[in-house]
């Protein structure tokens, strides 16, 4: 069976959209075991994804898409749907095979078994621009006119912005054989837009399955010999709300000042507790990167009065989606805005506030029973969000043991609706 996974990039610096793909390729092999795997997506270098499976290392291969016009016109976007178009409408054996042996994305469209769209987890949506949602949008009708039927892997559906947005998304969700939603709210926009003849399925987010790897050694800013024997605090700083989003104007139009907050938040942690607190980056981009978690990192460490910031390391090495769920593992507490940085605390049954610029957490955080852990920037003042932070830090202990059973009933769930989405998609095809 060969099953092609679009919208998960592969040579992203955001640990989370490579633990999608990395998670949704361990959920099929664990429902299919011979199954192949490949993943489509639109990147200038189609660098296969190195998953770890069952204490095995495997290479996901990839094919991309490119929009530029100096890239090979069989790569670029526009030439894949335009030979998908002819592809349907021209069913021809002898051109078909033209133009599969010309066009490595079409051919793996025309050979696989199921091909599902997971959208980078949360851009089945325009709240990243219009611009992007319709280039998903193009990947995804290629699936439709080459392979005849979509499926729509775990994620977020809305919030949509313009008509269009909801136009092309009401297109693909009616014609989906599958739609999976990883939230309660979603599945009700979800619902809305593909009617009452489809039924939206619910699941907890696929990332809760990725297996964590412990790196034997944890590079720390200011370098450290050993784990400290104590409890450790981790938190996740995002680069892209501390700097604005991509606009760097509040594009998310947060209420709370987030790196106010934070530097709040540390302090304030650091006044009730004698733990260590380590600040764990989730994207990794060059210094001055509007996403750099790295940069955002030791900019909010060096505003830290010395008393605090002294008590404070930077997670400093680029560890792989596995390593950096292992790295957070480590942790007793953890504070994270990246949503799949709290996804990987709470699938190993740590208590995490979520800082959330969109809807998305919310939802994420109930399927495990922690609604009340999500802190929404664009809802609480600063102090508001501090003092609750350093309330549910203090309410720990009763939230660890309630969480433990809720992450093993998400992972337990995750096998079974892969299981059944897999016997399901064979008796379609």
Known sequence: MLVAILGAPTSSGNRGVLALGASLSSLILNAHPDARIVLLNGQQQPTPLQIQHRGNRISIPVIGYRLSPKAPLRDQLLWIAAMSLVYRLLPVPALRKRITDSVPWIKALSECDIAGDVRGGDSFSDIY??????????????????????????????????????????????NSTTIVARDKHSREVASSLAGSAKQVKLSPDVAFSLEAVRPSRIALDPPEDSIPSGEIIGINVNGLMYNGGYTRSNMFGLKLDYPEYLRE???????????????????????????SDNAACATLRASLPPEVAVRVSIVSAEYD?????????????????RMHSCIAALSQGIPCVGVAYSGKFLGVFESVGAGDWVIDGREVSTSEAVSRTTALFVDRAKTREELAPQAASAKAALAEIFGSLVRNEQTVS
């Open 129 to 174: 621009g219009i611009k992007r949602f319709v280039f998903g949008f193009i990947a995804a009708a290629t699936v439709l006119l080459v392979h005849g039927k979509l499926v729509q892997f775990p994620q977020t559906y809305g919030p949509y912005k313009s008509l269009l947005s909801r136009i092309l998304a009401r297109i693909l969700l009616k």
């Open 265 to 291: 938040v540390v302090s304030s942690l650091a006044r009730v507790s004698d733990c260590r607190i380590w600040l764990v980056p989730h994207t990794y981009a060059p210094i001055g990167d509007v996403e």
């Open 321 to 337: 989606q596995h390593e950096i769920k292992g790295v957070i593992g480590h942790c007793g507490f953890f504070v994270g805005s």
